[in-house]
Structures are given as C-alpha cells and as structure tokens.
C-alpha cells in the first residue's frame, strides 16, 4: 500500500528540519507547537486502495489513488509488460485506473502530489494479481480483420472460447467507432458470440475501428476477458445482388446501379431456397460439396459428393452458397433443379465472384421458406426493435 497518511506526515516533517527554518522535530529553535501542527496539515498526503504487497488481488481491481491538501502530479502503475492507464479526475485529487491488469504479475505503485505551496511529497508500493489458468480466462477473436475491407452488410463479430455470463460487464467495454456516425447496436447471438451491425446497411467508404476492451474484466462464474483487441476496417462499394427464385434471375447492383441480371437455378421442391437477406460469408476457388454435410447420406438417390466446385460463396451455415454450376445451365434462367444453392455459369460466376467480397448483401425472394436470423450473418432479417432489444445495456 502506499505509505500511511502518518508516515507522510512524519516524512514531511524531516523534510522541514532541513529546509534552514531551524526547527526540530526533536522540539529545539523555530516555531510553536501549533504552529508545527499546522504546517505538517497542508502537506500533501497520498493514499490508496490497494494495500502495500498484497498479493492475489482479483484483476479486474480498479486500481485509485487520492491526495488530500494537495493535487496528485503523475501516478504510474507498471510491470514488466508495461504501464497500467489511467486518468485524474475530482480536479486532480484522484486518480483511476482504466486498463485492464494481468494475472499473476506484480506491480509498483509510484504517486507524487504538491501541495498549495508546491511542495511534493512521493509514495511507492507494489502489489501482486491473483494468477489465472486459461479455463480462467475467455479469448475475444474478431472479425473483420485488421485492415479488410468488407460489404455493406457485414456484421461485426465477436466470438469468446469461453462463456460469458456477465454480459453487460462485457459489453460496456464493446466499442463500435464509425466515420460517418452510423447508429448500431450490439446483439448477443449467445453465450460465446455477440454481434454488432448498423441500423442500415453500412455507408459505402465507412471507416470502422472496433475496440474489445476486456482484458481483466469479469466475465462472470469465476472468468475474466484474457486480452484487448483492436480492429480496423473499411466498408467497401455497395453490392447488393437481389435473387428472385421464382423467375430465376439474380440482378446484381453496385452504389445502385444494375450491372447485369444473371440466369441462375436455385432449390429444387424438398431443398427449397431460404428468402430474406443473406451475406457472403466466405469465398472459395474452387471447394469440395458433398451431400452429407447437409444430411443427404451417401447411397441416397440425392446424394453427391462433387471435388472441384468452383467460385463458390457461402450464404448460410447450412450449406447455401453461389456457385459455378455448368452442369444445370440448360435449367438456369428456367427452373429450380438444385439441392438449395444458388447455381450460375462459370463464366457468369467467375465474373461475380471476382467483384465479391465478405459482407456483400444477397436478398432472396420468391421462396415461402425463410432464411433464419442465426444462421450464418443473417441480423438483416432481425426489426431494428428486436435487435436492440438483445444487447445486454437495453
């Protein structure tokens, strides 16, 4: 802990007996009694809430220091990984921290703070965090990625490997910063997974920088965040392709200008085709599609198990995707023969995969099969209320 507010006193005092006043703690030459008392009142006096080499204290500790008759000048706390952040506040008479600490390690405490007179007066402590296992501690991955640039209807997702209880804990440390200012929400998909979008589709050329500041903070049931992650990301041009699986055409727009309208097949009767707002979700070259992934066994007069599939996006977690589909051509543009993927030519699908990126919005008409709000980044199909309505601060 830092020094006691007596030991303070007492060091101030000494201070004074060698200043050239004359006085004495000892009681010869200089001023009275009262006069002594007096003095030794207005000299700063530090104190904290963390007491002197404790030890085990929980991480998520917020860590303060005061001063009384006098204003703090600077406080650190390090350890060897680096320094803790903070910040003054009640005019300079308290100081907070606001960074996370790490488990298991030690830190020094090193206050000053002057008086009215501009006398300074210093405090050093240390102290020791409570050690953490890694089933302790849950592990934000996000994405988007550093530096990708992403479709307008890409969410914001963050997925911890291990519970979190405390939501609101978590959530109040979630920040979602965007130029231009776009209004959004954070929504919790579950325990592990908490996504955050705009309330419209992204502004083409946003600028996003997402801040997970939970390193230290309680996660709930005895978990704490295990680190901060920061992310940045821009939105690039507005694709939006709109399928319509009853005339079986897919118009694909860019800033909201037509392109061209593609022929395309989509779910056959037994494997319809999900309507609503889907997003691409990942890209591949070229991709293996077998049927039992999507509980068509093998031996079954539906089943395939197809190596080379090329320019293939995926759209749910299901198993929807667009894709190179040169052995339906004959039907696209007429009929819906496939097993619920969206299939195109090659070259029309090479020339739509070229121009794709994650994010971009296809919404689906034409179907009276829904697309479902969790599967895959499908919060487009969520009314803004009900969005809102999952954040853990509504």
């Given amino acids: 802990m830092l020094r006691a507010a007596a030991v303070l006193a007492t060091v101030a005092v000494l201070a004074a007996a060698c200043d050239g006043s004359g006085f004495s703690p000892q009681g010869g030459g200089g001023g009275s009694d009262d006069e002594t008392t007096a003095a030794a009142a207005t000299e700063a006096v530090l104190t904290t809430n963390v007491a002197d080499r404790a030890s085990g204290v929980p991480v998520d500790k917020v860590v303060k220091v005061t001063a009384e008759h ?27 921290s606001s960074g996370g600490l790490e488990p298991g390690v030690r830190y020094r405490v090193r206050a000053t703070a002057k008086n009215g007179d501009g006398k300074q007066v210093e405090s050093i402590s240390s102290f020791t965090t409570q050690a ?58 579950s325990d592990t997974v908490a996504h955050w979008r705009p309330k419209a589709y992204w502004k083409a050329g946003t600028k996003v920088s997402v801040d997970i500041g939970i390193n230290g903070v309680s996660a709930g049931g005895g978990i704490y965040g295990q680190e901060d992650r920061k992310v940045d990301f821009k939105v690039g041009d507005a694709h ?10 897919m118009k694909v727009f860019s800033n909201g200008k037509l392109l061209r309208t ?6 056959k009767p ?32 539906e089943a395939y198990d197809i190596n080379d599939v090329r320019w293939a996006m995926r ?32 070259d029309n699908a090479g020339w739509l ?8 919005v296809v919404d689906y008409t034409g179907t009276d099969r829904s697309m479902e709000p969790d599967n895959g980044y499908g919060d487009w199909n969520i009314p803004w209320k009900d969005y809102v309505a999952g954040s853990a601060l509504h």
């Fill in 70 to 96: 006098g204003t703090i000048s600077d406080v650190v706390v390090r350890s060897k990984a680096g320094k803790v952040a903070g910040r003054l506040v009640a005019d300079g008479t308290r100081w907070v």
């Fill in 132 to 189: 953490l296992s890694l089933d302790q501690q849950t592990y934000p991955s996000v994405a988007p990625l550093q530096g990708e640039t992403v479709g307008i209807g890409m969410p914001v997702i963050v997925t911890f490997d291990l519970p979190v209880s405390d939501k609101a804990s978590f959530e109040r440390h979630m920040k979602v910063a965007t130029t231009p200012v776009q209004q959004g929400s954070w929504r919790w998909v």
């Fill in 240 to 249: 939006v392709y709109k399928v319509n699986a009853a005339t079986h055409q």
């Fill in 262 to 267: 593609l022929p395309i097949t989509t779910g």
């Fill in 270 to 301: 037994g494997f319809t085709t999900r309507s609503g707002v889907k997003v691409i979700m990942e890209k591949f070259a070229t991709r293996r599609m077998n049927s039992e992934t999507v509980g068509i066994p093998q031996g079954s007069a």
């Fill in 315 to 346: 759209l749910t977690n299901s198993g929807e995707f667009i894709h190179a589909a040169p052995w339906s051509v004959g039907s696209q543009g007429h009929a819906n023969v496939s097993h619920g993927c969206t299939g195109l030519s090659t």
């Fill in 353 to 360: 995969y070229s121009m794709t990126r994650r994010g971009d």
